[in-house]
């Protein structure tokens, strides 16, 4: 495995790689505190791609001022080792003022889209999201590139901008990876407490609890929230909240078409949930 952090290395690099044009290359980028997500998404590229190429990349302009930038899990060795493992072959690993210079040029998020649900609980968190995906997508230039669905409103918006701005990269939508007891993976999962990773199970099982309510045909948003929130309590909850895959809000769920996803705070900690439908 190659690891690079200079941006104009890896270019340099993956066309000597890269070659023949037939070749395919994948891409996962990450922030690296790789989990059971990130390896399920290395494995889907593995098997999908000639080449695999998995960035790590705590990219600051995501974040907002009063965030966990500063304290957001680190593993630099573990996480090698794991990319090592998966069988990854360029590993990019970049500094910050690599990646960013002074006087920066901006892509903002969407004003509708991009300003709700998790955008409303951080405004402007998925301008720098896009901002550096677009950056990275052109460093790697792939054929396809893997995101986890846990982040469904970023993946969302990746899916969207690649559409509108004629990018002819694939985006590959990953199903999020549980613990046994249906505790999403998270990086930030780092953070809970034993106390508090018990009560963060009411999040999944809020999502459960309406995935069995849709089966028994009650599809009316309302009361599925309702019965949501009550599960949740007394966790302090961002938003409950049925979509379709629009992100569009919606009166009834719509099997094949919606998303229901949970936003909520356990002690300090942020952690977002959801289902497709
Ligand atoms: O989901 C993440 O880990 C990050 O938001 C991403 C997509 C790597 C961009 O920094």
């Not at 790789?34 to 190429?53: D, T």
């Not at 892509?107 to 550096?132: C, D, I, Q, W």
Request: hydrophobic share 40%; aromatic share 6%; net charge neutral.
């Amino acid at each position: 495995m190659k690891i690079i952090s200079s941006p104009l290395e890896l270019k340099e690099y993956l066309k000597t790689l890269c070659g023949d044009p037939e070749k395919k290359v994948g891409f996962v980028p990450t922030m690296g505190a790789l989990h059971e997500g990130h390896i399920s998404l290395i494995k889907k590229a593995r098997g999908e791609n000639e080449v695999l190429v998995v960035s790590i990349f705590l990219n600051p302009t995501q974040f907002l001022a009063g965030e966990d930038l500063d304290k957001y899990p680190r593993r630099d060795e573990a996480d090698k080792k794991i990319c090592e493992l998966g069988g990854v072959d360029v590993l990019f690993f970049p500094h910050a003022k690599d990646m960013y210079g002074e006087d920066e040029v901006s892509l903002l998020a969407p004003k509708v889209r991009g300003y709700v649900l998790e955008g409303t609980s951080r405004p402007g968190h998925f301008n720098g999201v896009l901002t550096v995906i677009m950056k990275l997508l052109h460093l790697v230039n792939p054929h396809k590139a893997y995101f986890g669905k846990k982040d469904a409103q970023q993946l969302n918006l990746i899916q969207l901008m690649v559409k509108q701005m004629f990018m002819d990269v694939i985006v590959v939508p990953v199903d999020t990876v549980r613990e046994k007891d249906g505790l999403a993976l998270s990086s930030r999962n780092a953070y809970l407490s034993s106390q508090e990773r018990q009560e963060a199970l009411k999040i999944s099982a809020s999502l459960y609890l309406a995935g069995k309510m849709v089966s028994k045909n009650v599809l009316t948003t309302k009361e599925i929230v309702h019965a949501m929130r009550e599960t949740l309590a007394p966790l302090e909850i961002s938003y409950v909240a049925i979509v379709n895959r629009d992100f569009e809000y919606i009166e009834k769920v719509e099997i094949g078409n919606s998303i229901i996803l949970v936003e909520a705070k356990v002690g300090t900690t942020r952690l977002l949930d959801n289902i497709w439908l």
